[in-house]
């Protein structure tokens, strides 16, 4: 009886554990990150008597885990992968909407400045129409700082958000330390059986960290694993966490870097080392779309100032003045590294700022060498400076020591700096500095046309220059005009090869010289008093408008704007369609992994049933054991 007995008590000991199982397992259909569990059941060591082995019975060996690690480790990646688009999507639309929106967005207002130059050149003595023009040049420069503000207003927001996710990223590291350390205990005072639901608790806490960050994980022969993030920065080794920081950006106090704490207490930047996740996809928004879409809106602003300038300098405005600045000049800055420990400084100066592209630059000083680096295209040069390069003139100074460095930003803060310097609308330099003038005597048919200034530091001009025309000028039977009340003459014409026309480049001015003069014609060019119907310089600053004055002549004002806007709706697209795609393949991993390790409450309750048959089998195997005791105790009374 004692056989039938321990038979039965061993076969519901363990059916019982079984059916405990099966209900632990439904009980968690809906817990995330649970792994379907299963009671593995080994036959205990038959006894040997009566010349047989006689079974004892049955035991649990094991609580199984159905646990794939490929198959987790393909949803942690896809995981980090769907963040990171879906986040960068996020903000990607954000600047697309206000860059491209016609109500907030820079075309429109450009195009509304340039109508207004366009109706001073049709009326330039008009004192409404210069009101007019500088109430849109103040429109202009505040839809640049509306712009701007923008930008700053979701670099702030960047900043919140990636030290929320660096907190997130800390608390989680330190969540699964200490599993690990709980996972350790435990599987040693198990004897080896792994605790299953805490080992479940810690592959939730990294499924969550690799929302955050990309993730990958080594187990270790103890149970427990270690975290890498990023491209290979250690965040949890067995027991302990490494705890990354945020701090003020070196080179840009505005802005938040992420990296860990050195034993002087100095944060290092590992920015570089950080990808996937949300925190990844918001470092990577800030380099390859925020900051270079503020640059590129001040390359902008920094192209009209100078440009506009330069031309409004070659005109005269209603006083007979010579054009001042229209906008304020713009300049580039540069950021000193609060380590560096040399007398050095750097001044950088826009040379020409047709040239400009929008690209940052570094200048490190190593080996008694200066180095300048492009941080977008990585080009450089060494030398002892100073620099020049893109438009920039960067000069060096002081006793530099080994490591310091510099960072030159010549366009960031071109759009939160701009702003209109003229104070008066009289002070508007619509009319061209200088004037033609035939002489009434003239026979013949010459004319001079296109006078331009290029240059005004000759004017105004002492007195009248005049030009005569002599068959010897420069020679007998060599023609040309004589050239009287400044240097530079005579000038070769022809008039029976060039009278199409001939230009002449003087000092300070252009001008074109057609048809055919007689012998002793004049024409004069003096200064332009009393002008105020004069429009030449209003039409050249119109004419910026669609004029391929930027990135090396390559671009107009509203080509440059037009190719941000393009880039930031094309990098918009990409981030979308990424986003999509993520979002299915991450789909598929988690139906491949739950396949696996997921609860089917059918199979479960099919389970249960079957437990439920064989427990009450052994229920009645002790029965029967019971009766048959008793009556054995009851024949022995007798």
């Given amino acids: 009886m004692a056989d039938l007995l321990n038979l039965g008590t061993s076969a519901l000991l363990s059916i019982q554990q079984a059916i405990s199982t099966t209900g632990h397992?439904?009980?968690?259909?809906?817990?995330?990150?649970?792994?379907?569990?299963?009671?593995?059941?080994?036959?205990?060591?038959a006894q040997f008597l009566g010349g047989s082995y006689i079974g004892n019975g049955v035991t649990v060996d094991s609580v199984e885990r159905f646990y794939d690690q490929f198959l987790s480790q393909e949803v942690r990646s896809r995981t980090s992968a769907h963040a990171e688009s879906q986040t960068f999507y996020a903000l990607s639309s954000r600047l697309d909407g206000v860059l491209a929106d016609p109500a907030v967005g820079l075309a429109p207002v450009l195009d509304s400045f340039f109508s207004a130059v366009q109706d001073v050149t049709n009326n330039p003595g008009s004192l409404p129409e210069r009101a007019a023009l500088m109430g849109e040049a103040q429109v202009l420069a505040d839809r640049f700082h509306y712009l701007d503000n923008n930008f700053r207003s979701i670099d702030a927001e960047l900043n919140g958000r990636i030290e929320a996710a660096v907190s997130d990223i800390n608390a989680l590291s330190d969540g699964i330390a200490g599993l690990n350390r709980q996972i350790v205990e435990a599987t040693a005072q198990s004897g080896g059986q792994p605790p299953n639901d805490l080992l479940d608790a810690r592959g939730q806490l990294v499924q969550q960290l690799s929302e955050k960050i990309n993730v990958t994980t080594f187990s270790q022969s103890d149970g427990s694993i270690n975290v890498v993030i990023g491209s290979?920065?250690?965040?949890?080794?067995?027991?302990?966490?490494?705890?990354?920081?945020?701090?003020?950006?070196?080179?840009?106090?505005?802005?938040?870097?992420?990296?860990?704490?050195?034993?002087?207490?100095?944060?290092?930047?590992?920015?570089?080392?950080?990808?996937?996740?949300?925190?990844?996809?918001?470092?990577?928004?800030?380099?390859?779309?925020?900051?270079?879409?503020?640059?590129?809106?001040?390359?902008?602003?920094?192209g009209i100032s100078a440009t506009f300038n330069a031309q409004h300098h070659l005109g005269q405005d209603l006083d007979g003045q010579l054009g001042g600045d229209f906008f304020l000049p713009l300049e580039a800055a540069s950021s000193a590294h609060p380590g560096n420990s040399g007398l050095s400084s750097v001044n950088p100066t826009i040379s020409d700022a047709t040239?400009?592209?929008?690209?940052?630059?570094?200048?490190?000083?190593?080996?008694?060498?200066?180095?300048?680096?492009?941080?977008?295209?990585?080009?450089?040069?060494?030398?002892?400076?100073?620099?020049?390069?893109?438009?920039?003139?960067?000069?060096?100074?002081?006793?530099?020591?080994?490591?310091?460095?510099?960072?030159?930003?010549?366009?960031?803060?071109?759009?939160?700096?701009?702003?209109?310097?003229?104070?008066?609308?009289?002070?508007?330099a619509a009319a061209s500095p200088l004037r033609s003038?035939?002489?009434?005597?003239?026979?013949?048919?010459?004319?001079?046309?296109?006078?331009?200034?290029?240059?005004?530091?000759?004017?105004?001009?002492?007195?009248?220059?005049?030009?005569?025309?002599?068959?010897?000028?420069?020679?007998?039977?060599?023609?040309?005009?004589?050239?009287?009340?400044?240097?530079?003459?005579?000038?070769?014409y022809d008039p029976l090869s060039e009278g199409n026309g001939k230009t002449f480049s003087l000092a300070g001015f252009e001008f074109t010289l057609s048809g055919e003069p007689d012998t002793g014609d004049e024409i004069?060019?003096?200064?332009?008093?009393?002008?105020?119907?004069?429009n030449r310089?209003?039409?050249?600053?119109?004419?910026?408008?669609?004029?391929?004055?930027?990135?090396?002549?390559?671009?107009?004002?509203?080509?440059?704007?037009?190719?941000?806007?393009?880039?930031?709706?094309?990098?918009?697209?990409?981030?979308?369609?990424?986003?999509?795609?993520?979002?299915?393949?991450?789909?598929?991993?988690?139906?491949?992994?739950?396949?696996?390790?997921?609860?089917?409450?059918?199979?479960?309750?099919?389970?249960?049933?079957?437990?439920?048959?064989?427990?009450?089998?052994?229920?009645?195997?002790?029965?029967?054991?019971?009766?048959?005791?008793?009556?054995?105790?009851?024949?022995?009374r007798r």
């Fill in 25 to 45: 397992n439904i009980s968690n259909v809906n817990t995330e990150g649970y792994s379907r569990q299963r009671v593995n059941l080994d036959t205990l060591p």
């Fill in 232 to 302: 290979g920065q250690s965040l949890v080794v067995g027991f302990n966490a490494e705890q990354l920081q945020t701090a003020s950006n070196p080179y840009d106090g505005t802005q938040v870097m992420v990296g860990s704490a050195s034993p002087s207490g100095s944060v290092t930047d590992l920015s570089r080392f950080l990808n996937g996740g949300e925190l990844g996809a918001l470092l990577d928004f800030r380099e390859q779309m925020l900051d270079p879409a503020r640059n590129q809106l001040g390359l902008l602003a920094t």
């Fill in 355 to 428: 040239a400009l592209t929008g690209d940052e630059y570094s200048l490190r000083f190593d080996s008694g060498q200066w180095t300048l680096t492009n941080l977008t295209t990585r080009a450089s040069q060494t030398g002892p400076g100073p620099f020049s390069v893109d438009g920039l003139t960067i000069d060096v100074s002081g006793a530099p020591q080994d490591g310091d460095a510099f960072t030159i930003e010549p366009t960031q803060q071109g759009a939160a700096l701009f702003s209109v310097v003229l104070s008066r609308p009289e002070n508007f």
């Fill in 437 to 492: 003038q035939d002489a009434l005597g003239n026979t013949g048919s010459s004319t001079l046309s296109g006078l331009t200034v290029t240059d005004t530091v000759g004017l105004p001009l002492a007195g009248a220059i005049t030009l005569t025309f002599n068959p010897d000028a420069l020679g007998a039977g060599v023609p040309g005009f004589d050239v009287a009340g400044m240097a530079g003459g005579p000038l070769a």
């Fill in 524 to 534: 004069s060019i003096e200064n332009n008093t009393n002008g105020s119907g004069d």
């Fill in 537 to 636: 310089n209003a039409l050249s600053l119109a004419g910026l408008q669609t004029s391929r004055e930027l990135m090396g002549g390559t671009a107009s004002y509203q080509d440059t704007y037009g190719r941000l806007v393009a880039d930031i709706a094309v990098q918009t697209r990409q981030a979308e369609t990424s986003s999509a795609t993520e979002g299915v393949l991450l789909e598929q991993a988690v139906a491949s992994r739950d396949s696996v390790s997921g609860v089917n409450l059918d199979e479960e309750a099919a389970n249960l049933i079957r437990f439920q048959q064989a427990y009450q089998a052994a229920a009645q195997m002790i029965a029967v054991a019971d009766e048959l005791f008793q009556t054995l105790l009851s024949a022995t």
